[in-house]
């Protein structure tokens, strides 16, 4: 972890930061794959990996702001209006409580099989968070200022665990897995940097 002691390397962080911050955006632009069929707004985007990255490296604090930054370039730079400021808070709490429990489950040390139990909690975090907010805010949100009533089009139950449960669910699995991949093969290259 780069340690900001001296200017040098407080301006290191900030840079990797910053870096990290423009990937995760681009990242949420493209690939997005949708997983649930008939759930074609469900997308999922590899956005996560900068920020597992930023947490692995440089800690939970360097991890929130490239959420932060990444998720006001989406606002400044991709804006759809509508679509936006209403799913962008959902995947922002969705993307927080992700990297929240992995920050306080994994450590370095950890054996497969326990980083496997922090993969299995953390995914079942964000399962649950995505169907309370859709559920609370998002599905009533979006029938008032998008004239797209879930409620009516599909129906609550429907789209709760027949939809939001089973993305979260295959999303969590896949961003655990594909930021474990990123992370291992890029080990040697942040080895040289903090060297």
């Not at 995947?91 to 993969?119: C, D, E, P, R, Y």
């Not at 409620?151 to 979260?168: A, C, D, H």
């Amino acid at each position: 972890m780069l340690l900001t002691t001296t200017p040098v390397q407080r301006v290191q962080r900030l840079t990797l930061i910053a870096i990290l911050s423009a990937i995760s955006f681009g990242l949420m632009l493209f690939p997005q794959l949708p997983l649930i069929p008939g759930a074609d707004f469900l997308k999922l985007d590899f956005s996560i990996v900068p920020i597992i990255i930023a947490l692995s490296w440089l800690g939970m604090t360097a991890a929130i702001w490239v959420v932060f930054l990444r998720t006001i370039l989406k606002i400044i730079l991709a804006n759809e209006g509508v679509n936006t400021y209403l799913g962008l808070p959902v995947n922002v709490a969705v993307v927080l409580t992700f990297i929240l429990v992995l920050g306080l489950m994994i450590s370095q040390k950890m054996q497969w099989h326990q980083k496997l139990i922090a993969m299995v909690i953390s995914v079942i975090a964000i399962t649950v968070v995505a169907m309370i907010i859709n559920w609370l805010v998002a599905i009533p949100l979006y029938a008032t200022f998008a004239n797209f009533d879930i409620n009516r089009l599909i129906g609550i139950k429907t789209y709760l665990f027949g939809m939001v449960l089973p993305f979260n669910l295959i999303q969590g699995i896949i961003w655990f897995v594909t930021g474990e991949i990123v992370k291992a093969s890029l080990t040697p290259l942040w080895q040289k940097i903090v060297s």
